[in-house]
């Protein structure tokens, strides 16, 4: 059985993107795999975050992990914070990495660009994230296309370590999920949906209630023309939107367009709001139920003791062979 793991950021609402580019993933991931999930606090204060409105958004981001079919009885489901040796395995592993590793990172890039003041933890983010990987002995790491420069670190970082300090770690392959489109932003296709635009009218959130999804998708840009065809040079406003149609019920792309053919956009766009509808609104209504409930504290207890328990024996062995006296 392989090992797999991976995080979000609890750095705002959660969009459709993250439920059908990862959480959707991960529930049928949790089948067949020794699953890791965590939510990674330590890692969403490397920009800053208000107090209340993390703590909130942990505890949502954690309850929509539940609501959307993970299983604490099935998956390691915990918060990064909550298991010590992730900053602990993250410091060492930051002494490993070079300067040029992290100047040369995209997110940093990006992240950083513009900004006056750039915090240390923005720079050395992937050795944290190499430390969340390498802390379970993880074979497999579903990520998007974004990620895949900070695994590659991970990767070299595993190698280092085992050619200094001797075999310790298995080498950590990204997982591209077999479905789950790249799901695009509702008033620019050429930018990924995400939950850090601050146009909310771009992305729909998990929690979106039915009306807002419907006018959210009424008001999504589109092209010109009155065609439903899927045609990501062409069309890649209406292709977006078939994908997410696609991906919110049982019909192909090709079904989409045999169905809408000559109908123009809003039918179309009505039909796709309803699909969006049903498929949040039963997750929306285990949410609350969750959240209302003490299930969120209990599967986070037991997540942290779980998880504690393999990271720290992965801890006591790193520290063993870089020379460190145990206690
Ligand atoms: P992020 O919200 O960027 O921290 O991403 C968390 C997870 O959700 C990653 O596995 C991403 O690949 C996935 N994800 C985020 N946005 C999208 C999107 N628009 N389409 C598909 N997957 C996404
Ligand atoms: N950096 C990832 C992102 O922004 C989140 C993350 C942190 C992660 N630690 C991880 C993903 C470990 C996979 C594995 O999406």
Redesign the pocket.
């Known amino acids: 059985m392989k090992r797999v793991?991976?995080?979000?950021?609890p750095s705002g609402q959660l969009t459709l993107g993250n439920y059908i580019g990862a959480l959707r993933n991960y529930v049928l991931l949790q089948e067949e795999h020794d699953c890791f999930f965590m939510v990674?606090d330590l890692?969403a204060i490397t920009v800053p975050q208000e107090p209340a409105a993390l703590k909130e958004q942990t505890e949502s981001v954690t309850a929509l992990f539940l609501a959307s079919g993970l299983d604490p009885t099935k998956s390691n489901i915990f918060l990064q914070s909550h298991v010590r040796a992730h900053a602990e395995l993250g410091w060492l592993l930051t002494t490993l990495t070079y300067m040029g590793e992290l100047e040369r990172m995209t997110q940093f890039k990006d992240k950083s660009s513009g900004k006056e003041s750039i915090g240390a933890g923005l720079f050395t983010?992937p050795s944290l994230?190499a430390a969340?990987?390498l802390l379970y002995g993880t074979n497999l790491?579903p990520?998007?296309d974004?990620?895949k420069q900070?695994l590659e670190l991970t990767r070299d970082l595993a190698n280092r370590f085992n050619q200094r300090f001797g075999e310790t770690f298995p080498i950590p392959e990204p997982f591209i999920p077999k479905v789950g489109a790249r799901i695009m932003s509702l008033d620019d296709a050429s930018k990924k949906m995400s939950k850090s635009n601050p146009n909310a009218g771009s992305y729909i959130a998990m929690l979106d209630g039915p009306d807002v999804i419907r006018k959210k998708l009424s008001r999504s840009v589109t092209d010109s023309g009155r065609e439903v065809k899927y045609d990501l040079a062409a069309k890649p406003e209406i292709s977006n939107l078939m994908s997410i149609y696609a991906s919110c019920s049982d019909l192909s792309i090709q079904q989409i367009e045999a169905r809408y053919e000559g109908q123009g956009y809003g039918p179309f766009k009505k039909d796709l709001a309803e699909a969006v509808v049903a498929t949040l609104e039963p997750i929306q209504q285990r949410y609350r139920d969750i959240r209302s409930s003490g299930e969120l504290e209990a599967a986070l207890r037991s997540g942290a003791e779980q998880a504690s328990a393999i990271a720290d024996k992965t801890l006591r062995e790193v520290k063993a062979r870089m020379g460190f006296v145990l206690p």
Do not use: F
Request: net charge negative; hydrophobic share 40%.
């Open positions: 793991l991976s995080g979000i950021q990674v890692h983010y994230m969340d990987i790491v990520v998007g974004d990620q900070h």
